[in-house]
């Protein structure tokens, strides 16, 4: 699950790190008003609140929305009322959003800092160490976005451990790498282990400052903030959970997650309904490489709820842009005959317009495959993945 | 012969008495699995499915000589199962639980370190033996016994290999399901370590997908033994876009964008015979 800008600030500062001061505003003249703050003396930075990063160096769908970032520094008040005004509600391009872009729901209002140089900080899981990573990076004269992709081993990695604080030396080696002076020191100190505990106590699996600014007198500020958390963990975290933002998902990720199932969606046609990512994964390659796109995937896991599993397939069914249906589902802790009864009970309710290709294997694979031919509806039933794509390429360019 | 697990091995079933262990481990006594004992904190004494049922996983292993543990506990349970797992000292832990916390993860590969306890998973099917022993959710049905290992990150891929390797003629070693959660116990380099000592092994299917280096340190390792038994690799994710995520930090970890044209390319300079068609798998099998 991910938050906000404004919501990863909060937590932040409540593991020590500074932040500066602002406020979030879903009006102009609620942003107008927390500028006139005593707190917040301008410039101001007007941020739009899309959960992606490369926000200032994105673009607007909405031509109204003026040609500038996501980012922008204002210098009145009353340019902090009309950029946000231009901002709200239209939709932000990122490099991390793809070409749809998101909507853009409230925006950060903050006093601009003045620093004399920053960098970028993060932490994430190596999957393959298995450890806690802390990543730092000079950015001097390149973004994070150009290094990670050209240069990612230039980057500083210090291992941390779970049940630590970040070591002095550790510390130093930072101090050292990016060549700041000695007066940021306790407060580089300060800044990691408070990233480091926040992700921990957290449940995060990745936080993101990027940048931090150091100021003269020494100080850090993260002038930027991103976490990501464990969905497997939010059941401990009833806080987070809260910060939810509903706005970000489509209505069909939103059921599909009532579910515990996961649900994706793409530009192509054929809308898969599979038992784990793997299987999706190789779905949507063969489809690709007969020149067919995937519409969307639903993963219904090991579900085993016939009323969910049909729930699952109905939000497949509905989506406008399926004009097929390949159900393929390999059973070992799942059941293939709980799948057709969820295909069976799905169709009655929404009804079956679109060619429908299923393919069972493993657990109660017989059964299932009776079921659906009891039913006398026009499910076509194929033995192998290959078969089963042919056959709904067939089915599509006949109904076509 | 086989890996991990044959028809000797003593299997302790870890939650015994849950809907889903007494499913699957009815299933896997009826496939000649020799699971000698249930652990259920709060039900030792008891008898479920003929088997005794005890507190711990020191009682189980202490009375019935058990050394490797199947557990269907739910995901929050994970954690304390697997450190009882490996304070018994057992040899094997296979966990099927999907959704264990990341947290809980880096804590039990942090316990495993130096331990005895290999474990497998979580969020997979398990491992099996043909004929032998069937530790998870494996469809037995579909099993036969051959010379052919399978390795997989992806459950239901799984099962796609093992079909390719019986259309092929052939049959199955042993086939581990590794899973595909964030952090997981065995990897591909620990279980292609054990198939080339395996005699009754005599090559291997792997099945990769995007994410993660793992792949490309499985080809490290494979590029540097001396003496290589085939491998056939199927890598899936092509067609997934990058993007959809946040931040940088993810890549920044596994240097840089890794694409599944990087991995199948590490892959198939180490040796590997890669396929860009899971299905295309048996016809190259067949040449064997």
């Known amino acids: 699950m991910n938050i906000h800008e404004y919501q990863a600030k909060k937590i932040l500062s409540q593991y020590g790190i500074k932040i500066p001061k602002g406020g979030v505003a879903y009006t102009p003249t609620e942003a107008k008003k927390i500028a006139a703050r005593s707190s917040l003396r301008g410039p101001w930075v007007v941020k739009a609140q899309i959960q992606s990063g490369a926000r200032k160096d994105g673009y607007f769908i909405e031509k109204a929305a003026g040609s500038r970032g996501g980012i922008r520094i204002v210098k009145s008040r009353k340019d902090v009322f009309t950029q946000t005004e231009k901002m709200l509600g239209a939709t932000l391009v990122t490099v991390q959003t793809g070409p749809k872009g998101k909507p853009v729901s409230r925006v950060y209002i903050e006093n601009f800092e003045k620093v004399i140089g920053t960098f970028y900080a993060g932490i994430a899981v190596d999957r393959v160490q298995a450890t806690l990573t802390l990543l730092i990076s000079r950015l001097k004269d390149k973004e994070i976005t150009q290094i990670a992709v050209s240069n990612p081993e230039q980057i500083l990695r210090i291992p941390l451990e779970l049940k630590k604080e970040v070591r002095p030396e550790q510390v130093q080696k930072i101090l050292d790498y990016l060549k700041l002076s000695p007066k940021s020191a306790k407060a580089l100190e300060i800044f990691v282990n408070g990233l480091h505990k926040a992700f921990i106590e957290k449940d995060a699996t990745m936080i993101e400052v990027n940048p931090a600014g150091v100021k003269k007198s020494g100080e850090i500020v993260a002038l930027d903030a991103k976490i990501s958390f464990d969905d497997n963990a939010l059941y401990r975290h009833k806080d987070i959970s809260r910060l939810k933002d509903d706005y970000e998902n489509s209505e069909r990720e939103l059921q599909a997650a009532k579910y515990r199932f996961t649900y994706s969606e793409f530009d192509g046609s054929v809308g898969c309904i599979v038992n784990g990512d793997g299987i999706a994964l190789a779905a949507m390659d063969l489809l690709r490489s007969k020149g067919v796109g995937t519409a969307c995937f639903l993963n219904v896991k090991g579900g085993v709820d016939k009323d969910n599993i049909a729930s699952g397939i109905k939000i497949i069914m509905t989506n406008p842009r399926v004009e097929g249906i390949l159900i393929n589902i390999l059973g070992g802790f799942l059941r293939c005959n709980l799948i057709a009864d969820g295909i069976l009970s799905a169709a009655s309710e929404v009804g079956l317009n679109v060619p429908l290709v299923v393919r069972f294997e493993g657990t109660n694979k017989e059964e299932a495959k009776e079921i659906l031919e009891r039913s006398k509806l026009p499910i076509i039933i194929a033995e192998t993945m290959e078969e089963a794509v042919d056959k709904l390429i067939e089915a599509m360019e006949e109904s076509d | ?288």
Do not use: W
């Open chain 2, 1 to 288: 012969m086989s890996i991990l697990v044959n028809k000797e091995t003593k299997v302790i079933c870890q939650g015994i008495t849950g809907t889903q262990a007494t499913f699957h481990i009815r299933r896997s006594l009826d496939y000649g699995t020799n699971v000698v004992a249930g652990v259920t904190p709060g039900k030792g004494g008891e008898t479920h499915l003929g088997l005794p049922v005890f507190d711990s996983v020191a009682e189980a292993k202490a009375a019935t000589g058990g050394t490797a543990s199947i557990m269907y506990v739910p995901a929050p349970y994970v954690k304390d199962a697997v450190k009882e797992a490996v304070e018994a000292e057992l040899d094997l832990a296979v966990c099927i639980a999907e959704g264990v916390p990341v947290k809980d993860m880096l804590e039990i590969k942090a316990m495993l370190k130096g331990s005895k306890t290999r474990l497998i998973g979580p969020n997979t099917p398990g491992i099996i033996t043909p004929a032998q022993a069937r530790l998870g959710t494996f469809p037995e049905n579909i099993m036969q016994s051959g010379n052919i290992g399978i390795i997989s990150r992806s459950s239901t891929l799984t099962y796609e290999a093992i079909l390719e390797v019986n259309q092929a003629g052939l049959g199955e070693s042993t086939v581990v399901g590794l899973g595909d959660d964030l952090l997981i116990g065995m990897d591909f380099v620990d279980v292609l370590e054990l198939f080339h000592k395996d005699k009754a092994t005599k090559a291997i299917v792997m099945i990769g997908q995007s994410g993660s280096t793992f792949e490309e340190t499985a080809a490290h390792y494979y590029k540097n033994l001396s003496r290589k038994k085939p491998l056939y690799a199927f890598v899936a994710g092509n067609a997934i876009p990058f993007g959809h995520k946040m931040g940088y930090a993810g890549e920044i970890i596994s240097n840089g964008y890794v694409s599944v044209q990087d991995k199948k390319d590490a892959l198939e300079d180490a040796g590997v015979i890669v396929f860009d068609k899971i299905n295309d798998i048996h016809t190259e099998l067949q040449k064997l």
